[in-house]
């Protein structure tokens, strides 16, 4: 029992010995520093959450004013490509008939295959 008693006190004295000198080891002037510091960031790290949160929350408001409008070009945007579609087809089906009919009717050079060069929107690029 006696030995474990020397052994805490022991204990206890390294402990104060080495807690002393880390004391000794840091200024206590540029611990306040870097306290001072410290907070000085966290405020201004607290500050640009406030300003990216409100700008985040006009950004929310903004789309949600828009994506309506969007969605409804985007719907009309499809219908248009669509029914240009349907009309270029139509107008090839139609150009063909008559060439078939009136081997002379067009130029030489306006009966050769039309590449359509037009960007597939539909795909995400």
Do not use: W
């Not at 540029?30 to 001072?36: A, E, I, M, R």
């Not at 009309?76 to 008559?98: A, C, G, H, Q, V």
């Not at 078939?100 to 009966?111: I, N």
């Amino acid at each position: 029992m006696e030995t474990e008693q020397t052994e805490k006190e022991a204990i206890r004295a390294a402990s104060a010995e080495v807690s002393h000198e880390f004391k000794t080891l840091i200024n206590a002037d540029d611990l306040d520093s870097l306290k001072q510091s410290q907070h000085l960031i966290l405020g201004r790290l607290q500050d640009s959450n406030a300003v990216l949160s409100h700008f985040n929350e006009y950004s929310e408001h903004c789309f949600s004013e828009v994506s309506g409008d969007f969605s409804r070009n985007t719907r009309l945007l499809r219908s248009m490509k669509s029914d240009l579609d349907y009309i270029f087809r139509k107008l090839r089906s139609m150009k063909s008939r008559i060439l078939a009919t009136y081997p002379d009717a067009f130029p030489d050079d306006s009966t050769g295959e039309v590449v359509d060069r037009r960007p597939d929107l539909e795909i995400p690029q």
